[in-house]
Structure formats: structure tokens, C-alpha cells
């Protein structure tokens, strides 16, 4: 969702401003804007639409002159995308211009407390109350009128200030959302993801929430929310530029495919030594492993797919009973989870609102916390007991593929681990899983090297109204996420079905029209998912099958096929959801779609 960026330097601001946020543009957005200091002055530039309007209006940014500037990328939430609603925001007698992501939850009575006391507001926002209360409480400190503006707000903000009167100064301020700082020679930054700092600088300054910062070209200071200077360490990003463009792609999604192996290589090869894992990031003495009565896995859309392939996996494993639940539907459900609960939860960006409140739920009936997340100094990484990084690389499209399978790799490896240290995973068993782990990555590119006809599959069925994916245990796990990668890049309805299930009720919808998807890697179940492809056939849908390539009796089931390489069964999602990634791929870019940005979607949905 909405993205930030800030510049102070020696530099013309507005070009390395909307470079920022062209970085940003993955998160989602529906219009942008950007403030610059200039003698004396705010200029502001808005538009509705993509930043190519903005870039347009301002040639590129060259047409706006300064050295110091905010911007930012909104996604709509209170108010239309109109250029009016777009941010940056400017109090009514131009001194103060702020950029804001998350929700002031308080706002409608800050609006009537300040339009009462004669503030005029011109657009819906929540934002607008934040410049206003600054210039209300403005009397020559910024810092003072940043704190007492703060100390008014309720919800969740990252935001980013200027004022006219302090040149070449930049406010940053971080309460529940992300806000990161970047720190280079004579000019510093503010984003609100790492992706649009490291063309500039790798070294960043994470902020706690509660905390601000004040920026000039050459210095960095931090304050908590009483106004004391802190002392922050300095870290160092990892990612790098190349690996936040498309290098060679038409999409971020089709690279990102591409680059799976990779990513479950960087995931997987620093756990495994000497055939043995090591999670160092697992906390658990041998004692409270032993305590542990249930798994709760928790997570949004397909970080929820991931943890339901988890669920599978990790109770075979460790005999232990596991659920897999919505974190938006965990929080509010008074679930029984208790100190004897181990929590599991699952997020690329580290930063979606349900699954940050369902942590929290848990943590606060004393569930031991275990996150698995992309974005290192994320909220819920901060927030959990232990976390195991996936160490995916940005991933830019908003579609997610390498974030999803580095997912299940993490929780393959805990599964093994966990059963293994609970005795329930026999030595023999336990060496086969790990080399079947650590041989995913060639796995994953023999199912990318195995599917070179998904293209000529998609052109065939990409006209499809509707498509059912269907399958049993771990291949329907797997339907899960392949109906949602189809449905948000080609906007085609589908859904995901466990083929056992049909009968009761939904094959009342299956007829000539219809393409289903039947996944039937799942060896045990192979027979019985065999009758539901009849069941379809019968009726007169299309087949495409999913199979391992070995199992040649699909051939005479199925329409066409997808392979997936030999694999042990509980291995197999990772390499299954490869040939599905690429065929709803395929069938978006035959669409005419959007592909890396989906409408109405957001990369990082930071609010309920
Ligand atoms: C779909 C997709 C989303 C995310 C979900 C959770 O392709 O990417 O369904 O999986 O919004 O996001 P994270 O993992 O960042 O918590």
C-alpha cells in the first residue's frame, strides 16, 4: 500500500524523489504526489493515476527545483484517487507539507476540533488533521510541534514532514508502520521500504516504533516520543539494485518465477550442515518442545496457502495436532490458544495489519511466537520470540511466488527439524528428508525446465469464464494458492475445490464450459482424484492435470498436462506450484493484463 519517500541533499530532490517512488510503485497505488523546499517556499506536484502523470507535469522532476522533498504513492482509503486526495498534504497557510501511510483512527474529531477552531480542510483524508495540528501547534520548534501533533494521534502512521521555515530539513515519524532511514554521504533519505533506498545507499537506520527522526544532508538525528536523542545502530541492507529490477523480464512476476531456485537455494543452504539442520533462529529448549500441545499456523492470502501446505507437512511430522487459520478471522475469534500453543506466523512483507494483530492476540495469551518473514526489521519480525528469514530478495510483483515457496521450504526444514527433535522422525526418514530439502532448488528448476508448453496452455484456455482446482491433501493445499495466483493478475474467477468435496453440491456447475485443473500429485490419493477427473470428464468439462512425470496413466485421463518432477510426497507443493505460477501468468499477459500490478491490490496491505 501507499509508499514514502523522503531526500535531503545537494542534489535536485523531485528527480531522486519520483526514482523513489517509481521503486515503490509495486505496493499498490492510485495517485502520487511530491513536496520540495524552495526558497522559502513548498511546491507541490500531485496527479491521479499512475506516477507517469506526475512525471509528465513535472518533466521528469526537472521542472520543480529544491533540494529537499517528500513523496509519496497513495493507495485509497479515505476518498477517491483524485488529485485532491493525494498527498503530499499542505496546511492552509503553506508552511507545512506531510506525506502519511496508515490510518489516523481518530481523525473525524481532530477534523471537527480543528475546523472549529477556523482550519479549512480540502480533501476527505485522514492525513489532512496531521498538517493541520502541526501548523496549530507550531511556534518555531518543529520538533515541538512534530511531538505535540503525535501525542493527538491514534492509529497507525509513518510520516514524513517539511517546513519552510527549517531548509533542508525532513521529519520522519514511525508508529506502526514502516518507515525506514537511509543514510549516504552529504545527502539522507526516508522510505517506507528498503526497495527505494538501495540505489542510493545500503546503510540504513530502522525506527521503533514511537520514535522520530530529523534529517538534514549531514546529519541523522533520532528522537523517542519524549523528545530524547537516541543512539541508533547502523545496518546494512543485503539486497542489492539488480535484484529489485526486472534484469531482461517484460515482468517482475515472470523474473521472480524464474528466480526461485535461487531463492530456495539462499533459504535453504545455510540451514543444512553436515546433513543436519540448524535453525538458529529457533528458540525452543528441548523441554518446552516436549510442552507444545498444538501449532497454530497464521497468515493472509498467500502466506495462508503456504502455512495450509505447512499444516500437512508439520502434523505428519511432528504428531502434533496443527491448524492453519486467517489472521484476519484468528483475532477476533477468542481462539484457545495458550502457553503450550506454538504460534506460527507467515509474512513476506512483515508489515499486513491482520496478521501483525493476530501475533499480537497470541502473544498476548502466552503462545510462543515463531515468524517466518522476507523483510528483515519488519514489524513482525520484531514482534515475534524467534524468526526464520526467508531469504527471497525484494519481491516486487504484488502476485507473490518466490516469497511463497521460500515460505514452505521454511516450514519443510521446521517440520523435519521439529519432528526429529520430538523423536518422531527416525534417522533414516529424517537424512532422506534433508537431501529431499536441500535438492528443492534443482527440483524447483527441473519443474520450470519441465514446463516450456504452459505458454501454448494458456493461449488455449485463457478465454475461460471460470476454473475449478481441484485435488486431495497436499495437492489441494496447492490449489489454494494456484486459483488465487490465476484470479488476481488475469481477473478470471476460480476456485479451489477438494475433489472430494464436488459432489456435494458444486459439480452442479460443471459443464462444457468449464476448465478444471486437476492436481494429482499426490501419489496415495492418485486413484480417488482419477474418479473425480471421470466425474468432470463425464460432464463434459475440459481436464488440464497436474502429475508427477513419471506417472504416464494421466495421459489417458487428462485433456493436457502439467509435470512436476519426482519428489517425496511432502516435498512436492514446492515444485507443483511452479508449471500453475507460469500457466496463470501466461493466461494474464494473453489477457492483456497488468500483470505486476493487479488492480485494486496492494503489494503490502497494511490496513484491516
Ligand atoms: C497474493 C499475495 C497476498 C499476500 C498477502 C499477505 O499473491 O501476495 O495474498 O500473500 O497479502 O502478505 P504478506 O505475506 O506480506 O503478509
Redesign the pocket.
Known amino acids: 500500500m501507499c509508499g514514502i519517500v523522503g531526500f535531503t541533499g545537494t542534489q535536485q530532490a523531485a528527480p531522486v524523489l519520483l526514482t523513489g517512488l517509481k521503486r515503490l510503485e509495486y505496493r499498490g497505488y492510485d495517485s502520487a504526489g511530491i513536496a520540495v523546499q524552495h526558497e522559502g517556499k513548498i511546491l507541490t506536484e500531485k496527479c491521479s493515476g499512475y506516477l507517469e502523470n506526475l512525471n509528465r507535469i513535472t518533466d521528469n522532476g526537472k521542472n520543480v527545483p529544491g533540494f529537499c522533498g517528500i513523496g509519496h504513492t497513495r493507495w485509497a482509503t479515505h476518498g477517491a484517487p483524485t488529485v485532491t486526495n493525494a498527498h503530499p498534504h499542505v496546511s492552509n497557510d503553506g508552511h507545512f507539507a506531510v506525506v502519511h501511510n496508515g490510518i489516523i483512527e481518530n481523525y473525524a474529531l481532530l477534523r471537527a476540533e480543528l475546523m472549529e477552531k477556523g482550519f479549512v480542510f480540502h480533501s476527505e483524508t485522514d492525513t489532512e488533521v496531521v498538517v493541520h495540528l502541526l501548523d496549530l501547534y507550531y511556534t518555531g520548534s518543529l520538533k515541538q510541534a512534530v511531538m505535540k501533533t503525535v501525542a493527538r494521534l491514534e492509529g497507525s502512521y509513518a510520516l514524513g514532514v517539511v517546513c519552510d521555515e527549517h531548509p533542508g530539513e525532513l521529519i520522519a515519524v514511525k508508529s506502526a508502520s514502516p518507515l525506514i532511514l537511509g543514510v549516504g554521504a552529504g545527502e539522507n533519505f526516508f522510505a517506507s521500504d528498503v526497495t527505494a533506498l538501495i540505489g542510493h545507499t545500503r546503510t540504513v537506520i530502522y525506527l521503533e516504533d514511537g520514535e522520530f527522526a530529523s534529517l538534514t544532508p549531514e546529519k541523522i538525528t533520532v528522537y523517542d516520543c519524549g523528545g530524547r536523542e537516541l543512539q541508533k545502530p547502523l545496518s546494512r541492507v543485503m539486497w542489492n539494485t539488480e535484484a529489485a529490477e526486472k534484469g531482461g523480464y517484460e515482468h517482475f512476476m515472470l523474473k521472480e518465477i524464474m528466480e526461485q531456485p535461487r531463492a530456495l537455494k539462499a533459504t535453504i543452504e545455510p540451514r543444512v550442515k553436515n546433513g543436519e539442520i540448524v535453525l538458529e533462529g529457533f528458540q525452543l529448549s528441548d523441554e518446552e518442545l516436549q510442552g507444545i500441545n498444538q501449532i497454530v499456523i497464521t497468515?493472509?492470502?498467500?502466506?495462508y496457502h503456504a502455512g495450509y501446505v505447512g499444516r500437512y507437512i508439520m502434523e505428519e511430522l511432528c504428531r502434533i495436532p496443527v491448524r492453519a487459520e486467517l489472521a484476519s478471522e484468528l483475532r477476533y475469534s477468542n481462539p484457545i490458544i495458550n502457553e503450550h500453543t506454538l504460534v506460527i506466523v507467515?509474512?513476506?512483507?512483515?508489515?499486513?495489519a491482520d496478521?501483525i494483530a493476530a501475533l499480537k492476540e497470541c502473544k498476548a495469551r502466552g503462545a510462543r511466537t515463531l515468524a517466518i518473514v522476507n523483510v528483515v526489521g519488519s514489524t513482525v519480525a520484531k514482534l515475534a520470540d524467534s524468526v526464520l528469514y526467508t531469504w527471497a530478495g525484494p519481491e516486487i510483483a504484488?502476485?507473490?511466488t518466490k516469497?511463497y515457496t521460500t515460505q514452505i521450504a521454511i516450514l519443510d526444514l521446521l517440520a523435519v527439524y521439529m519432528g526429529h527433535r520430538l523423536g518422531r522422525v527416525e534417522e533414516g526418514r529424517y537424512a532422506a528428508l534433508v537431501e529431499g530439502i536441500c535438492a528443492l532448488p534443482e527440483r524447483c528448476q527441473r519443474a520450470i525446465d519441465l514446463n516450456t508448453q504452459a505458454a501454448a496452455l494458456a493461449e488455449a484456455f485463457h478465454d475461460k469464464p471460470s476454473l475449478f482446482y481441484i485435488g486431495r491433501n497436499l495437492d489441494y493445499a496447492v490449489c489454494m494458492e494456484a486459483s488465487?495466483?490465476l484470479k488476481?493478475i488475469s481477473y478470471i474467477h476460480s476456485e479451489a475445490y477438494a475433489a472430494g468435496e464436488l459432489k456435494h453440491g458444486t459439480i452442479a456447475l460443471i459443464d462444457e464450459e468449464q476448465l478444471v485443473v486437476a492436481l494429482a500429485c499426490h501419489r496415495p490419493l492418485f486413484e480417488k482424484l482419477i474418479s473425480n477427473v471421470k466425474e468432470v470428464k463425464a460432464r463434459g468439462a475440459q481436464v488440464l492435470a497436474v502429475a508427477q512425470e513419471s506417472e504416464r496413466r494421466i495421459f489417458a485421463e487428462a485433456d493436457q498436462v502439467l509435470l512436476v518432477p519426482e519428489c517425496d510426497a511432502l516435498l512436492l507443493p514446492i515444485p507443483e506450484i511452479i508449471p500453475l505460477q507460469l500457466f496463470a501468468y501466461y493466461v494474464a499477459k494473453f489477457n492483456g493484463c497488468d500483470i505486476d500490478k493487479p488492480k485494486n491490490l496492494a503489494k503490502?496491505?497494511t490496513v484491516e
Open positions: 497468515a493472509c492470502g498467500s502466506a507467515i509474512s513476506q512483507s512483515g508489515e499486513t496478521t504484488v502476485a507473490t516469497g488465487l495466483k488476481e503490502s496491505v
